[in-house]
């Protein structure tokens, strides 16, 4: 019986983990083959091969040196984000919830706060063009960099990730704390139990108002348009990622799919009440909030421009403002 007991939550956190895994492969090849192939009338690639293909053929290239004040700790960034998107998940599911330090909000906050500093040291930590090492003095429209230091592409990317953790990222924190208010706990037990009693938050006014701010930093996490800051193909081509390649760039695109399912699981959980569980029917909910959520971002980003700051600074400020609303029905 104590074998029992010690067994099931093990199997089913790891059995959640391998869905979790086959669902966030799958998510990426779904997202751009029938939602912005079809938008844009095009035929679009294989639906695996975003997901699953294309990681595996990066872990069989040659992998590169580029040059780095901390190499060890550079390469190692796409991993510790893969752990700790994990851990997220494993802390939303219900057999972690006797883990009430970890099984909160406020851990889910610091847990993406880390993914997010992650993007920072991307950016910072590389000192190459291209995998290639530039150390003489830079010249860009007539100006020359003080003391003979040349600006790299990664540091504008990572100016922009520090400003995303300072600012950006707002929207999202603010719609996770409605449930909070409503249940007045941070745990997700608490919050699940309270919805299991009076039904769905996102039933409620607060609960919609909540979806709608939830959604947008979640675009804005995901760094989709109109909200693609970090990595804006005109100027930083692929941002922080741009030096990673081999293995470190297939992480990367496995990571990616395993967010979008890790965070429509945070939503599943403080919004619905629906924590994944692969031993309950409703486990099959969680997927299709899982594919529903990049569909309905597919559309968005498809029709929407990129934000210049002009742009994203006050659609952040007047989405927070609308979060503070919904914090104050949530009161009342």
Sequence with gaps: MMYTEILYPILAILLTIIIAFIIGTIIPGFERKYVHARIQQRIGPNPLSPGIMAPIKFFFKENIDPNSTVPRLYKSLPIICFIVILLILIFLMPQTYQIATFASVISIIGLLKVEEVCYVLMGSLSKSIMS??????????????????????????????????AF???????????????????????????????????????????????????????????????????????????????????IIYLTRGFLIFTLSMLFSVLFVGLPPDIFSWKILINIAIAFIFPLIMGIMSAFSPVFTNKQFYPVVVATSLLGVLAIVLSLL
């Design 168 to 250: 950006g990222s707002f929207p999202l924190y603010i719609s996770l704390f409605v449930p909070v208010v409503i249940v007045k706990s941070v745990y997700l037990k608490d919050i699940v139990d309270y919805q299991i009693i009076h039904g769905p938050i996102l039933f409620s006014v607060a609960g919609i108002l909540g979806f709608m701010i939830f959604f947008i930093g979640y675009m804005i996490l995901m760094n989709e348009y109109p909200f693609a800051i970090l990595k804006t193909k005109a100027d930083v081509i692929e941002g922080p990622y741009m030096e990673y390649a081999s293995k470190y760039r297939g």
């Design 132 to 165: 290639i090492s530039m150390p003489f003095p830079d010249l860009v429209k007539g100006g020359v960099h003080l003391n003979s230091e040349r600006s790299f592409i990664e540091d504008i990317s990572s100016s922009r990730a520090l400003r995303l953790i």
